[in-house]
């Protein structure tokens, strides 16, 4: 379609304020923060999503700081994490498990969705046009968790997983406290590690998470899964696996969007999952919420810049996982053998100060890491 074609076609479209390019939970997040902090806004914001009939496609696992919003989402809480066998407190941080279908059903219920694919996404002037299977639409914003361009990222490390919601036999697991990295699995020249979230007294997900160039294997994942819990009687009654990227090329290079963009990336494709852990979903809820409260002010919008030396510290436990993926269990062994778990997870959300990181590096393997740096820096 020639470029005339397509405007003539654009000028019949439905106009909106924001339009919201995907329902996941990023997208889910900022039309949440949207109508809170402006209610006036509904009717004029609306989320784009294929899936009419979203499932419980994945589970949000994290830590965090008591949070009211969290409540009605939670499936279950943890303040306390057992590593090779001892219990560490993880207070003032509690661990969350959230299951998509709860948070699926409680977002986005006062909202216009339209269930269509996004075909096409552009910016013409100061106005974004989108295409999708069933009609046209046009915004003063679009924020797209779907990426608008292919993304074209060197082969990056994946952190991949199986997990399996159990039932047990007899109690098994202490429903007290999590299992978050437990590496008395063989490594097989990965950096691998079971997860385990009790339940309740006889219910768990249990996970086996690969650091790996390539996903691991639905057979691998079983085959571990078998040899940890050997003579364990289970029943499995529900199967999840994905795989997620492990890389700092999607890190955003500027704290603002410049005023004249208007097709923002939100999400995954933004920046929001952070590269040596993979998590996203508070970050993506913090990112909404920033983005709410630039739309209100009229300022910049902003990204999901992170500060150098956590991006840099990222880069290097990345460099060495990679390069050495068997050196992967004693780094994460280190750091929870030997440090307050509040502080380890503190540092990970990237909030600790100069000093608290001294005495992090201080129990890391020196060489490795001052060779990973030189290559960085070179």
Request: glycine residues 6%; contains cysteine.
């Amino acid at each position: 379609m020639c470029c005339t074609g397509l405007v003539k076609f654009y000028a019949l479209a439905k106009h909106f304020h924001i339009l919201i390019l995907g329902g996941g939970a990023a997208g889910r997040w900022l039309g949440e923060a949207l109508i809170k902090k402006s209610p006036e806004w509904r009717g004029r914001i609306a989320c784009i999503e294929r899936d009419k009939h979203k499932a419980n496609d994945r589970t949000w696992c994290f830590w965090g700081m008591d949070d009211h919003d969290l409540g009605k989402y939670t499936l279950r809480d943890w303040k306390y994490n057992q590593h090779n066998g001892k219990s560490y407190p993880l207070k003032p941080y509690t661990y969350r498990i959230i299951r998509s279908s709860d948070f699926y059903q409680n977002t986005l219920n006062d909202q216009t969705i339209i269930y269509e694919e996004v075909l096409h996404c552009e910016q013409i002037g100061n106005v974004v046009h989108v295409q999708t299977n069933q009609s046209t639409y046009t915004a003063d914003y679009v924020m797209t968790s779907i990426p608008i361009k292919p993304l074209k990222l060197s082969r990056p490390l994946c952190q991949s997983f199986y997990g399996w919601y159990m039932q047990f036999d007899a109690p098994y697991f202490d429903d007290k406290e999590i299992r978050m990295m437990d590496f008395s699995i063989p490594q097989q020249s990965y950096t691998q590690f079971i997860y385990v979230l009790p339940l309740s007294k006889t219910e768990a997900l249990v996970e086996v998470t690969r650091f790996a160039n390539t996903p691991i294997s639905e057979r691998d994942a079983i085959a571990l899964r078998d040899q940890y819990l050997e003579g364990v009687n289970f029943k499995i009654l529900d199967i999840e696996s994905g795989s997620i990227p492990m890389t700092a090329e999607l890190d955003a290079k500027t704290k603002k969007h410049p005023k004249d963009v208007r097709i923002i990336p939100i999400g995954t494709v933004a920046g929001a999952t952070k590269p040596s852990t993979g998590y996203t979903f508070l970050r993506a809820k913090a990112h909404a919420e920033n983005i709410a409260d630039a739309l209100l002010n009229d300022k910049p919008i902003p990204t999901t810049y992170r500060k150098w030396r956590f991006r840099f510290y990222d880069r290097l436990l990345l460099d060495i996982l990679q390069r050495f993926p068997e050196k992967g269990k004693d780094i994460f062994n280190k750091l929870f053998d030997n440090l307050p778990h509040a502080l380890v997870l503190k540092f990970l959300d990237e909030q600790t100060n100069i000093l608290e990181e001294c005495r992090i590096f201080k129990v890391l393997p020196k060489g490795v890491f001052l060779r990973a740096a030189i290559r960085d820096l070179l």
